[in-house]
């Protein structure tokens, strides 16, 4: 396609964008927790109905192609989610109204991934009626990304037609993140001998735990990631004993390991258990979140590079773990800002968002 917009073109993005923020608006002030989402599901379907676009919906997700689709090209998914976390304690705002303050538009969900899912909903709508294509695409609006549920965007992906790669909308600033680590949480159980507190007892389950959280404190995978760094394991909960003065049989803690590209889940898994003696159970929570990366000579990954954006490797986890073709991150927002009290996304970076989305892609289709 063309690389210059004519005037008609950019009214089409102004009114868009517009549009997009609106939208944006009315997801923020419409509570949309992970499994929640059926309203807000609602509202993503009266963006398709309202640019006659035909469109699918199973539980609370919603998705469509363009009006062209071509069985013989390949497909481009376009993903991001509309679920939330819960709003934390630290929110002086109203975390379920919208509103803008000095060019930045606050609200539970704003920038994790509201910013990007409109940005997304726009540029697809954009594309959506074009007849010469090079690919074709579906939009993918999600949900239950922040639980990893079951009924996220891993259920609707055996319903799609083959994907040849996705754009995955998150907060990165607009750069490329061309990997992403994957995520593998293990239950460690440590066993011992109960007792009295005051006897004797050299079989202390929460000393003989001590050692392996060490273990895992200081274990070092070998191989090295040019894009995510090495793998890392944090222990982040332990629980042992009922009371002061019994030495408990079990001491149990909970270790998060950040998986980068260059090993499976599978692959961390029997490297612990290798490592650790038989009495030290381990057992994994999950196995699919597994880490994804695109090449960085990818057409839209060099779409991007010509147009200034920088690659990364990001350690957060997205639905892009549950993807098995190539994929990039890439969305309006700070990836820092997600979560936080107060959440907000300016909005020059929704109106960037969609302008850039669209520019990358014309570069490939």
């Given amino acids: 396609m063309k690389e210059q917009m004519t005037d008609t073109e950019n009214l089409l993005i102004e009114s868009l964008t517009k549009q997009a923020i609106q939208l944006l608006q009315q997801l923020i002030e419409t509570p949309s927790f992970s499994s929640e989402e059926d309203k807000t599901a609602t509202l993503l379907e009266q963006w398709f109905r309202d640019h006659n676009i035909p469109h699918q919906r199973e539980n609370n997700n919603v998705w469509a192609y363009n009006q062209h689709f071509d069985k013989n090209k390949p497909t481009i998914l376009l993903n991001s989610h509309h679920d939330t976390v819960r709003p934390n304690g630290n929110y002086t705002n ?129 191989r090295i990631s040019s894009t995510l760094g090495a793998v890392k394991m944090t222990v982040t909960q332990i629980n042992a004993g009922k009371q002061h003065n019994v030495v408990p049989a079990t001491c149990d803690f909970v270790v998060d390991i950040r998986v980068n590209d260059l090993y499976t889940n599978e692959e961390i898994l029997k490297s612990i258990q290798n490592e650790l003696p038989a009495q030290v159970e381990v057992t994994p929570r ?70 850039l989305y669209i520019k990358i892609l014309k570069g490939i289709l």
């Fill in 94 to 222: 109203d975390p379920f109204k919208a509103f803008v303050k000095d060019e930045k538009l606050f609200g539970l969900g704003s920038n994790d991934a509201g910013g990007c899912l409109v940005s997304l909903l726009a540029t697809f709508t954009y594309f959506y009626a074009e007849k010469q294509l090079c690919y074709n695409i579906v939009m993918v609006a999600s949900a239950e990304e922040e639980s990893s549920g079951k009924k996220g965007l891993n259920s609707v992906l055996p319903k799609l037609k083959p994907i040849d790669f996705a754009i995955v909308g998150e907060p990165t600033l607009m750069q490329l993140a061309i990997a992403e680590k994957g995520l593998l949480v293990v239950d460690v159980s440590v066993k011992g001998t109960a007792g009295h507190a005051a006897h004797p007892n050299d079989d202390n389950a929460i000393y003989n735990a001590l050692p392996f959280i060490q273990w895992f404190k200081t274990y070092h995978f070998e």
């Fill in 286 to 355: 999950s196995m699919h979140l597994g880490a994804s990366s695109i090449a960085i000579e990818h057409p839209v990954v060099q779409s991007g590079i010509a147009l200034g954006r920088a690659t990364y490797g990001s350690p957060t986890l997205s639905d892009q773990a549950v993807l098995t073709c190539p994929s990039l991150k890439l969305g309006p927002g700070d990836s820092t800002r997600s979560h936080s009290a107060d959440e907000f996304i300016y909005v020059s970076e929704i109106k960037e968002g969609i302008a």
